[in-house]
Structures are given as C-alpha cells and as structure tokens.
C-alpha cells in the first residue's frame, strides 16, 4: 500500500471573503449541509477535509479547495486505519485526534428529501432515482453511502474536483483573443479603483527596487510572477461574485508561493542565456564599441557594428517567443492550480503554441490599445495595463476549461 495522506484546511482564506458568500458555493459545490459550510467558514481553525488518500488525489482536492479560496496543504498520514472513510470531512485537527465520521444518515430522495423510499422508487414524488440522478450529473445528491454530513456521494465528490482541473489546453477560435481583452476589460470594470491602487502599488515597489543596482532588477523578475499569481487569485475572486481589492496583489505570498518563484526565476534564467547568446553572437568588439565615443563618429565603424547585431537581435526574438509563450499563462496554473514551475510552464506553453492565430489577433488589438492608451498622458495606460493583466485570466480560464 502506498503513502497514505490528508488534505487540510488552514482555517484561512487567501483573500478576504464574505462567509454567507462562501457557506453558499461550498455547499452547492460539495453538497454538504448549509449550517456545516458556515461553520468551516467560521471556524479560524485547521481542519482535516480529507484522509486515507494517495498523494495524486491529495493534489486534486487540494486544488479543488483551493479554487474555493481556502488555503491548504497536504501533510502524509500516518497509521491510517483499514477501511476508514476517505470522504472529505471537517473533523476537528487536534492533537492524536484523527476525528470521527459521524452515523450515516437515513437516505432521502434527492429530488423532493422525502425519506420513503423503496427499492429504487421515492413513494413521495415517485421518481425513479438511479434514473433521476443520471439526468441530473451535475448535481450533488446525498445517499446511503454518505459517511458524514459534509459530502456528497464519492463519484459526485470526485466530479466536483476533477471539473475544471487544468489538462490538455484546447484550441480556440480565432476571434477569442479579442474576447479575453474586452473580458479583462470587464474585471476592470467591476473595480476599477482597486485595480488602479493595486497597479499603482506594484509600480512603486518595482521602482525602490530598481534603485539597488542588479539585485533590484533579479528581485523584480522574480516577484512578477508572485504578484501576477496575486492577479489571478483576484480576477477568480471576480469571477465567484466578491470584489478585486489590493490585498489581492499579495495573495500570491500565500499560494504557492515557492513554485511561483521559481517561474519567476526560470523565466530569468531564459532571459540571461538568452542576452549572452546574443553577446557571444555579435561579439565583444560590438559591444566594446558602444563604449568608444570616437569610434562611433564615425559612420562606416557604425554601419558594421549595425550589422552585426541584426542576426543576434532576430534570433534573440525568436528565442524570446517560446520563452515568454511558456511563461505567459503560468502564474495563473500554479496559483490557481497548484501545478509546479515546470508543469505550469510546459502547459503555459502548449496553450499559447495551439492558440497562435487567437493570439496573434490579441498582440495586434493590445498593440493598438496601447498606443491609444498614452495618447491622454499616459493615463490610458491605468486602464489597459489592468485589462492586459486580466486578460491572462479569462484567456486561461478559455484555453484550459471549458
């Protein structure tokens, strides 16, 4: 028998939320009693939601519960015990306390919860209920086999967390990269001046960084991708109904965290290998050149240092474009997923590669809103910036969910 582990919730949530808001979803989701999500929203506490589990099917209901808001973690089990239940269940972490699945409920007919049934047959509303359930797959039901009142059915369970989960990405339609715009667009909308701040508050902390020669720079790099997972964090709180604030710039701090810096620093490693083969393609002299005052007066010394950087900087570009293909959709994968560095990074660029002509269509109407966007000053660009950032996400959630 393998490892054995357990999904536990924190007792917090990665942004701020609104618990009547939460207990709502969580039992539409989960299938659990009303009452039961409330008190896990409640309860400021860690919580064990699920046990006796391989680590493939910790991750999964990991970042299921994560895609909630919750923050969790899996943790290996230790003397788990033979034919105990491995439904997800709130029971209490405390000290060698393991918590106890509660009775098993009478079963209830899932389409009027009278309690007559017999032999497959509800004797209150007279359905057939195998054959009501197959009509209704998305629904979460409760039978027999409910060890406790906070699941729903395993196979229902289990099609809660599975649906969604990031795989294969899919190829869109063409004209879905102006979608993800005018859809990012929208989430700027709902909250324009969080959005605004959170832009705002990001750009001064780049600029202190950029003060320390180097380091600021590397430090930024690998931020980016921290606080761009903050982004996605905020963009899916839109998409449940609760509100971008500027907090949500740091939630990234507080998922997965260290995978998000490792893109951050993959994605500068990339970028370094990258600038040294254009050095050693172009050659010190060039570059030694650009330091002479003397040598660059004169036009003929000019004109050959020109041409030696066109192949470097056109093969640099190309280089650049898978590089920034895997990284483009990545922070939202790890954030929102849980995936690795280099997981994200693979299907980041696997999205992009089966999306070419969506994207395409993207680069050229961003490249036109934001030439639009510094005409007024540059104000436009507190409004397109935050519609690009938003962007990533609804490309996302279009490319690898359906």
Known sequence: MGDQYRVVFSGRFTSEIDPEAF???FSERFGCGLEKARQLAAAGR???MKRGIDEEQARKYQRALARMGMEVRIEPQEDVRQGAPADLKLAPMEENQEGVAEPAPDPVCPKCGSPDIRDDNCMGCGIIISKYRERQPEQMVHTHHEENPYQAPE???QQAVDEGEPGDPRSVPAGHGWR???EGLGHFRANPLAWILALLAWLAISLVLSIIPLIGTIATTLLSAVVTGGYMIGCQAQERGEAF??????SGFHQNSGQLLLVGLLYLVGMVVIMFGVFALAGGAAFMMM???EAMQDPAA???MMSSFYLPLLLAMGLMIPLVMAYWFAPALVALDGLSAIAAMRLSFMGCLKNILPFLLYGLVLFLVMIIAVIPVGLGLLVAIPAMIASVYTGYRDIYYD
């Open 291 to 293: 330091g002479d005052p």
């Open 245 to 250: 604030t500027v907090s949500h710039l740091f």
């Open 46 to 48: 860690e919580v064990v």
């Open 23 to 25: 207990a709502g979803r």
């Open 155 to 157: 196979a229902d369970l």
């Open 302 to 304: 000019v004109e050959a």
């Open 180 to 182: 993800w715009l005018k």
